[in-house]
């Protein structure tokens, strides 16, 4: 048969009520189509298929035409109307319809992976703050912080780091913005023990923890005045001693060592 057989057949047994055989034939019109290199998304032989296959109680048929004609909004709706819902969802993405998608993945218990479409779908569309904030619902901590970050919300994007955490670029982000405090505990549970050292001091810090830090961060002359301060004389001690000859705080490391050895009677080391 040709191509206008199957439209002209199709439509009288629409008229005479036949929606099943009228389905069917605009159906095989638009596989005709096809062969003939004629056939396009949005066919009107796929569309009047699909609709009277719906019409005749078939929607699982219906959704198969429209898919192989690439109309997916009407696909996305029948899968939506049945309740399958991932089903639903995987086809409005396939329609450009994130928005549905998400609210489909949600029905179908699968919120996490709506929220990450609706992250993509955003950035693509150059939300990236939307974006970030989806991505964080998702659970996706780095990605969220990432995007903050390239929005210049340098405190979230600290935060978010934190929690993901990636330690070092939280200390980064806070830094920024100037929190301190937090700068010096990423700093700190990174292991960057100097640098947390030099955030916490202008906060005011408790003293033995910046001598600790000092300590661990290998800047011994600084620990040490701390520890003599803190009447720690064994540990200002210790790490005094370990100051570098080279260094240009060895005298002053010195100096204290040789107060430290009068405290304690050792007049001769003192000397020395």
């Known amino acids: 048969l040709e191509l206008k057989d199957y439209r002209h057949a199709a ?12 389905a069917e034939l605009y159906e095989a019109g638009f596989q005709r189509e096809g062969r003939d290199g004629a056939a396009a998304a ?6 009047n298929s699909g609709r009277l296959y719906e019409k005749a109680g078939l929607p699982d048929r219906a959704a198969a035409v429209y898919l192989k004609a ?31 998608a998400a ?14 479409t609706l992250s993509r779908f955003s950035y693509d569309q150059g939300l990236v703050k939307e974006a970030a904030m989806y991505a964080e619902k998702a659970g996706d901590l ?10 210049g919300d340098f405190a979230k994007a600290g935060d978010l780091f934190f929690q993901a955490g990636f330690y070092a670029e939280a200390a980064e982000n806070f830094s ?17 023990y100097l ?34 301060k803190l009447g720690q004389l064994d540990r200002a001690l210790n790490v005094l001693q370990q100051v570098d000859p080279a260094s240009t705080n060895y005298t002053g490391a010195s100096l204290l060592v040789g107060m430290i050895f009068l405290k304690r009677g050792l007049v001769d080391l003192a000397r020395e």
């Open 11 to 22: 439509e009288l047994f629409e008229k005479a009520g036949d929606d099943l055989k009228a």
């Open 142 to 151: 780095m990605q969220a912080a990432t995007m903050f970050q390239e929005e």
């Open 176 to 192: 920024l913005v100037n929190d301190l405090a937090r700068a010096a505990e990423a700093h700190e549970r990174a292991g960057n």
């Open 103 to 116: 609210a489909c993945f949600e029905r179908g218990g699968d919120p996490v992976k709506g929220y990450a």
């Open 70 to 100: 690439g109309m997916f909004p009407e696909a996305a709706a029948i899968f939506e109307a049945g309740g399958d819902f991932l089903k639903a969802a995987e086809t409005y993405l396939k329609a450009g319809n994130a928005e549905q």
């Open 195 to 228: 640098q947390a050292a030099q955030a916490y001091e202008p906060v005011g810090s408790d003293k033995e923890k910046l001598a600790t830090l000092y300590e661990k961060g290998g800047d011994f002359y600084p620990a040490g005045r701390l520890f003599v």
């Open 42 to 47: 949005g066919s009107d032989s796929a569309r």
